[in-house]
């Protein structure tokens, strides 16, 4: 995985696998041999080398005339072969006049490739970038079976739908409310190079309709960093998650102030919002904060209460693990804990409260602070850019 997938984050990943029935083992496909080692020469043999678990540079190399040593060596400026991953090919260039290799080549990732040569006495590394050519392309995705499928059909790689998850994220949940015949126009980058499937660069523009609701979003990049607004310059990302749960999971008991405790029973108010979800689910921060209660509290069991900006305070109980301490800054999303079942409870769920200006409020139903729109400093650019792409999101071919 590179890194913009990692920087896609899990929880992404793990919601929109879900939907599109992914499995997570999906990793980024070796290029085509011939691809990589075109440079070689057409009078060299490339015999590819299955990298096993528990497999080192040294049993990869032993026998083959190449020292571990002298390779690693050679391409350390580069990358530390004594991390070679089992995803990932090794292969060794025989030249027709002689019985050892004389290079080896090595795919760090999906773009780049590590040769290390034999030249005269010495082993000399390169690193071979795939060079792209740079296309502006609209693509028009409709939504019939599963947007997985949509999105194969218009040439999408998964990462790429996880992109658009990540896109609309605070909008709606493409876990549930993405319903049949939902639309997705792109103004995107397409990257092709010879003998390579083409894959989506920067996403310029993104349109979905989704029943009667319809959200634009237009990206504005900052010192490399992405963030997505509406055309009119107002934030798409929220200070607030719609949930503490990266699964939208089942909400099996709302905010009562009135309700009949299952427990005690007795007429108790339920101050909080219960979702079901086994124990070991992960549990997120909805909000940067500070960490104001990690540990022990009574019927809450392991409990963990945070300070956000603002008037709102947020707590989850019952966790069977907690992963932050007291007095810890937080960021959004971050993971603070498990679920779990300890302190007063009838079984594995997350109780999660909310306080605005101290009184319980539910969480559901709280009007939360809403996103952050563009600096105006960046706004004219930022509409240009907008005046630019969106209109493009019309020409995608149905
Ligand atoms: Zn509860």
């Not at 590590?114 to 030249?119: A, G, I, M, R």
């Not at 740079?134 to 995705?141: K, M, N, P, Q």
């Not at 792109?186 to 989704?210: D, F, M, Q, W």
């Not at 089942?250 to 086994?278: E, I, Y």
Request: aromatic share 8%; hydrophobic share 40%.
């Amino acid at each position: 995985m590179n890194r913009q997938f990692a920087a896609v984050g899990l929880a992404g990943l793990l919601a929109v696998g879900a939907y599109f029935g992914l499995r997570q083992t999906d990793s980024e496909p070796a290029p085509p041999l011939e691809q990589a080692l075109a440079p070689m020469g057409p009078d060299r043999v490339q015999i590819p080398l299955r990298i096993g678990k528990g497999s080192t540079l040294g049993t990869m190399l032993s026998g083959t005339g190449f020292s571990a040593n002298a390779v690693r060596e050679a391409a350390l400026e580069h990358y530390d072969l004594a991390r070679i991953r089992p995803d990932r090919e090794l292969t060794l260039v025989y030249s027709d006049a002689e019985p050892e290799p004389v290079a080896l080549s090595y795919v760090l990732d999906e773009d780049r490739t590590l040769f290390v040569e034999q030249e005269a006495d010495a082993l000399v590394a390169r690193v071979e970038e795939v060079q792209y050519e740079v296309a502006l392309d609209s693509r028009h995705l409709v939504l019939e079976s599963s947007l997985w499928q949509a999105g194969l059909d218009a040439g999408l790689r998964p990462i790429d739908l996880v992109r658009l998850a990540e896109i609309f994220e605070y909008e709606l949940d493409f876990n549930t409310e993405l319903r049949e015949g939902a639309t997705f126009d792109l103004v995107a980058e397409v990257l092709s190079a010879a003998g390579r499937k083409s894959k989506l660069g920067a996403l310029h523009a993104v349109r979905l309709v989704n029943g009667d609701k319809e959200v634009v979003a237009v990206r504005h990049l900052v010192d490399d960093e992405e963030t997505f607004y509406h055309p009119d310059g107002t934030g798409m990302t929220r200070p607030f998650l719609r949930s503490p749960l990266e699964f939208s999971a089942r909400v099996t008991s709302a905010f009562n102030p009135k309700r009949f405790h299952p427990v005690l029973k007795t007429r108790r108010p339920h101050n909080g919002t219960d979702f079901g979800a086994p124990t070991g689910t992960r549990v997120r921060s909805v909000a940067a904060g500070t960490v104001t209660y990690a540990g022990r509290n009574g019927g809450h069991g392991n409990y963990v209460k945070i300070k956000h900006e603002g008037p709102h305070e947020t707590s989850y109980s019952h966790l069977s693990k907690i992963k932050v301490k007291k007095g810890a800054t937080v960021r959004q999303g971050q993971l603070i804990g498990l679920v779990g079942t300890t302190g007063l409870s009838t079984g594995p769920h997350l109780h999660y409260q909310m306080w605005k200006n101290g009184r319980y409020v539910d969480a559901m139903n709280e009007p939360l602070p809403s996103s952050t729109p563009i600096a105006r400093s960046k706004l004219a650019a930022f509409k240009e850019t907008a005046d630019r792409y969106v209109p493009m999101l019309d020409s995608a071919p149905e």
